[in-house]
């Protein structure tokens, strides 16, 4: 599963691109989804490349995710509780580990947003016009999206 976290604005946003961040439902900076590994989103995180950070996501930062930055409809926080009754998992982290080998799904928590309103990065970015591999942010981050995730928490 990737996580997919959006950094650049919409200003002279080719359509396509455009279009391809509406579909991945990431329409503001900061904001983060979690995607499945196949053909087709991989298609479209290569055409956001310039736009975006993505990267598979390991089941503590997942589950710190939900926990820290899960949202319900009418904005209210994603709790033990909620997860106790709705998902039939025990705490975060379970429920992680069931979302990442592929037995659950984060749609089975009824209201559970589909998009993380992140912090910005504590110490700020390494830059957001250079690609990961030439020093800054953008693109593959392959297992280092998770040190992102947390910079963002």
């Known amino acids: 599963m990737y996580a997919v ?3 650049r604005g919409s200003v002279n946003l080719k ?3 455009r279009d391809t961040l509406i579909s991945l439902r990431l329409n503001r900076i900061n904001h983060c989804v979690l995607v499945e590994d ?3 989103y991989r298609g479209m ?3 956001a490349k310039d736009y975006i950070a993505f990267g598979t996501v390991d089941a ?3 589950a710190g995710l939900l926990e820290q930055r899960g949202e319900l409809d009418g904005g209210k926080r994603l709790t033990q509780e909620y997860l106790k009754e709705n998902a ?3 705490g975060f982290q379970e429920f992680a580990e069931k979302v990442l080998a592929g037995k659950a799904k984060l749609s089975d928590l009824p209201g559970l947003s589909p998009v993380f309103r992140l912090h910005p990065p504590r110490h700020g970015h390494r830059g957001i016009l250079k ?3 030439a020093g800054g942010e953008l693109g593959a981050h392959g297992d280092d999206i998770n040190q992102l995730l947390h910079k963002m928490r």
């Open 5 to 7: 976290i959006r950094l």
């Open 15 to 17: 359509p396509q691109i």
């Open 38 to 40: 196949n053909p087709h």
């Open 45 to 47: 995180l290569q055409v």
């Open 60 to 62: 503590a930062t997942l």
């Open 88 to 90: 039939k998992a025990k």
């Open 131 to 133: 690609a990961f591999r």
